[in-house]
């Protein structure tokens, strides 16, 4: 069964620094990741959608990263903001049969400070 | 273009009581999907539809019901509320199964069993 796992679940930074968000999955035989920024009391946004055949994505401030034999990716912001503050999670799908049916990480909630 | 709508946004049942979750989506998806989301626990599929007249399990379906009559509705269904059902339930959909499609979420359903 494929696990997620996201740490830290928390993080605090002043504005303007760079950061790094961390996921782990146990089974490397996935279709793509995908990375989510979700703000209190809304759904879910899709961010970024590697490819298991990519090693990374970028869109503006975020580049996320995939490193499938160690079952690792990264999401990267840039010059972070107050408007980057949310919850990210990251998502792959439940088991080779299907990329759609999709098992989620708990979250990384980001605060930046002004 | 509206995306995905759920309703209601919140509702309070009470142990025993029925209900349905609505969601629907204008984009022509064929699939759609049913997740809850448990503090500390990410989200979690609950069930799936690959196109009308089709639907399936995911990780918690029991204790939930789902059809899909057209392409644009996929509701669910509480048969019986418990308050192990207290979550937020969030409704997804995308174009097809392929692996490189956006998934699109709705805002969620805030439910409480007491």
């Known amino acids: 069964k494929q696990e997620v796992t996201q740490i830290p679940a928390a993080l605090s930074v002043p504005e303007g620094e760079n950061l790094v968000l961390n996921c782990s999955f146990t089974d490397s035989a996935i279709y793509n990741l995908q990375w989510f920024r979700q703000d209190p009391g809304k759904g879910l946004t899709s961010l970024l959608l590697i490819q298991s055949s990519q090693r990374e994505q970028t869109s503006g401030r975020l580049n996320a990263s995939l490193d499938k034999s160690s079952g690792r990716s990264t999401l990267y912001i840039a010059a972070s903001q107050p408007g980057d503050s949310a919850t990210y999670l990251c998502a792959v799908p439940i088991s080779s049969g299907s990329a759609r049916q999709l098992t989620f990480g708990s979250g990384t909630q980001l605060t930046v400070l002004p | 273009n509206a995306g995905v709508t759920q309703t209601p946004k919140f509702q309070v049942l009470k142990t025993g009581q029925s209900m349905t979750l609505q969601c629907a989506q204008d984009m022509n998806h064929e699939y759609m999907s049913w997740y809850r989301q448990d503090p500390g626990m990410g989200l979690r599929l609950i069930h799936y539809?690959?196109?009308?007249?089709?639907?399936d399990q995911g990780e918690v379906p029991n204790g939930y019901n789902v059809s899909r009559s057209t392409t644009e509705d996929f509701p669910l269904r509480l048969l019986s509320a418990a308050p192990s059902q207290t979550s937020v339930y969030f409704c997804a959909s995308t174009r097809d199964r392929g692996s490189g499609n956006t998934i699109y979420f709705g805002e969620g359903s805030w439910l409480t069993v007491v």
């Open positions: 539809s690959v196109g009308a007249g089709i639907t």
